[in-house]
């Protein structure tokens, strides 16, 4: 992260090759979970389709996409419609363990919309298209941006004081709007269905407009539970000090 970017473009430089890329067969993971750019995504893999799906994906490039289903489950069939939008993966780490299961660290690169199923069992193979937001006229972007910039780094140092998030608050923070509300979006105390909400928009503006609500809520139910932990520590327990008894 980092690679400042004009608006409009992905900031990650490996997947800014891939905007508006065709994935011709790329295997997709439904899972009740939503995935960004950016993001990092630690997967248990122990079902047998999965295990395929995990074989194929390395073989081809360390690449599978994950879109969002509240009902995905185990042993449930919960495939992606066309139309549905996602994110695509790369497989950074794989770790084996016994019987053929694997712990898989994979990374967030870039949005999709799937275009066609070319199959379905054992595991989605889809025809994808990434995309990124759509280019809009920049007077006020920088403005908004500039506006929520430091209460959103605030927001990510409350997270990281509580441990309600991995996002890294450091120089590397994306320098392109669309980017870091993304980035933002994925480290939000909201509902699956507000974040796949999040990643569908295709308006810089818009996203930044939107997360400025959700910040503002977050930091000021995080900064209530910092300041209890803080007094907790204060008296040594983990507890607030009982009141003294009165004399």
């Known amino acids: 992260m980092g690679t400042s ?3 409009g473009q992905c900031y990650n430089a490996s997947a800014m090759a891939t905007t508006n890329e065709i994935f011709e067969e790329l295997p997709i993971f439904p899972l009740a979970t939503v995935l960004f750019p950016g993001a990092i995504l ?25 879109t969002y289903r509240s009902d995905a489950a185990v042993a449930r ?3 992606p419609a066309v139309g549905d939008i996602g994110c695509v993966a790369r497989i950074q780490a794989v770790m084996p363990l016994e019987e053929g299961r694997m712990n898989v660290i994979s990374i967030g690169l870039i949005r999709f919309k ?3 199923l070319r199959q379905v069992t054992p595991f989605v193979l889809a ?9 809009e006229a920049d007077e006020d972007l920088p403005e908004i941006f ?9 927001f990510l140092l ?18 392109d709007p669309e980017a870091f509300s993304l980035l933002i979006s994925s480290a939000l105390p909201i509902d699956n269905e507000a974040k796949q909400s999040l990643l569908e928009m295709t308006s810089t503006r818009s996203r930044l ?3 400025k609500h959700y910040v503002i809520d977050a930091l000021a139910s995080y900064s209530g539970r910092i300041e209890i932990q803080a007094r907790a520590k204060q008296n040594g327990h983990g507890k607030l000090r009982d009141r003294e008894p009165d004399s």
Not at 50 to 66: H, I, P, Q, S, T
Not at 127 to 135: G, K, M
Not at 159 to 175: F, G, N
């Open 114 to 116: 799937i275009a066609e």
């Open 77 to 79: 069939e919960t495939p």
């Open 127 to 135: 025809r994808v298209e990434a995309f990124s937001d759509d280019l």
């Open 146 to 154: 500039d506006s929520i910039l430091e209460r959103c780094k605030k």
């Open 158 to 175: 409350a997270a990281q004081a509580l441990d309600e998030s991995t996002t890294a608050i450091d120089e590397d923070l994306p320098e």
């Open 5 to 7: 970017a004009a608006a």
């Open 42 to 66: 630690p997967l248990h893999i122990f079902e047998d389709r999965y295990k395929e799906m995990m074989r194929f994906a390395k073989e081809n490039g360390n690449m599978f996409g994950l």
């Open 209 to 211: 407009t939107r997360l």
